[in-house]
């Protein structure tokens, strides 16, 4: 059983536009959400992360937007690069008792 | 170094043959992870580490497939009598303390023939 879930599996993004990717969890003991983001031939690195805690959190240009009630989580890129092309992939965790698990991931392609 | 470091980076062996994956993590980190990602999909927990004591190997998939930090630092991930449908990229990641937040390694490609 798939415990996080994500959605779109690709998107297709022009530059400058706002890229937006979604995931849902049923865990309510989940209680950090991190995002990962691949580029090929690579290892998922680290890109933002958020607690059930806050609604929402910023870095740069990039947002987790948190609905605790709708047990639902997503990642908003907004002014998106050629460069932010890449595999990203939303993740969660119940600290100290179960692993990182992760969505099967949405690939990101920006076009100019 | 500065990053986790895995070798081989690529393997081809037959199938029935046993292997072992090397995983150097950061420098000082205490938790080390495997984890196993298919192509187009997201790495899948096998087991993890804190020091040299394995916390949690509910993922690995079965009792082919063991894993050893002796020395707190280095991990070995063996697999023995592999088989077709072990051919993945296995991944190691490691962490400072925070879970969630995880160092990954650029791979180990395994091919079984």
């Known amino acids: 059983q798939q415990q996080v879930k994500q959605s779109p599996q690709s998107l297709i993004v022009q530059k400058g536009g706002i890229s937006i990717i979604n995931c849902a969890y049923e865990?309510?003991?989940?209680?950090?959400f991190p995002w990962y983001q691949q580029f090929p031939g690579k290892g998922p690195a680290l890109l933002i992360a958020?607690?059930?805690?806050?609604s929402e959190k910023k870095e740069g240009r990039f947002t987790i937007s948190f609905n605790k009630s709708a047990k639902q989580f997503s990642l908003h890129i907004m002014d998106s690069q050629p460069g932010d092309s890449a595999t990203y992939f939303c993740?969660?965790?119940?600290?100290?008792?179960?692993?990182?698990?992760f969505g099967k991931g949405t690939r990101l392609s920006v076009i100019a | 170094g500065a990053g986790v470091s895995q070798s081989p980076r690529y393997k081809v062996t037959k199938r029935g043959q046993d292997v072992a994956l090397r995983c150097d993590p950061i420098?000082?980190?205490?938790?080390l992870y495997w984890y196993r990602q298919a192509l187009g999909q997201g790495p899948e927990f096998l087991t993890y580490?804190?020091?040299?004591?394995?916390?949690?190997k509910s993922g690995l998939p079965n009792d082919r497939f063991s894993a050893e930090r002796p020395e707190g630092s280095i991990s070995t991930l063996t697999i023995q009598r592999t088989e077709q449908r072990d051919s993945a990229m296995y991944r190691c990641?490691?962490?400072?303390?925070?879970?969630?937040?995880?160092?990954f390694g650029e791979g180990s490609r395994l091919t079984v023939l």
């Open positions: 958020i607690r059930p805690d806050v």
């Open positions: 420098s000082g980190h205490v938790s």
């Open positions: 990641a490691s962490s400072l303390g925070q879970a969630g937040e995880l160092f």
């Open positions: 580490f804190n020091y040299e004591a394995q916390q949690d």
């Open positions: 993740a969660a965790i119940n600290s100290g008792n179960t692993p990182l698990v």
């Open positions: 865990n309510t003991a989940f209680d950090y």
